[in-house]
């Protein structure tokens, strides 16, 4: 069955940075839309940034853009997302996600899911 395993989240201070990794099994890593998604407590889960098969094609959701890059390792089966300029407002559970679909920024779109790790930024 299809596993997305997040690891690299932790505690930080804002300004600083961490970058979470996703590693993926059991499917065709190299044709599925990659993305990220967070979600705060008491908030709705969010949509961060997506990257298409080749990486070459990218979204990021206006609150993270210019401080966070989406990338992909095929060869590797991961995807990464690198988190800079990290603010206390990106504190949340940060969820891989597998789209068979086309670059989406919507988690309906998304049918395999990882189950989370916490980014926790204090100020």
């Known amino acids: 069955q299809v596993q997305l395993v997040e690891s690299g989240g932790g505690l930080v201070q804002a300004g600083g940075s961490l970058r979470l990794s996703c590693a993926a099994s059991?499917?065709?890593?190299?044709?599925?839309?990659m993305g990220w998604f967070r979600q705060a407590p008491g908030k709705e889960r969010e949509f961060v940034s997506c990257?298409?098969?080749?990486?070459?094609?990218?979204i990021y959701g206006d609150s993270v853009k210019g401080r966070f890059t989406i990338s992909r390792d095929n060869a590797k089966n991961a995807v990464y997302l690198q988190m800079n300029s990290l603010k206390p407002e990106d504190t949340a559970v940060y969820y891989c996600a597998a789209s068979a679909r086309e670059l989406a920024n919507v988690r309906y779109e998304y049918a395999y899911w990882g189950q989370g790790t916490q980014v926790t930024v204090s100020s």
């Open positions: 059991a499917l065709t890593f190299s044709t599925f839309v």
């Open positions: 990257i298409g098969w080749s990486g070459g094609n990218t």
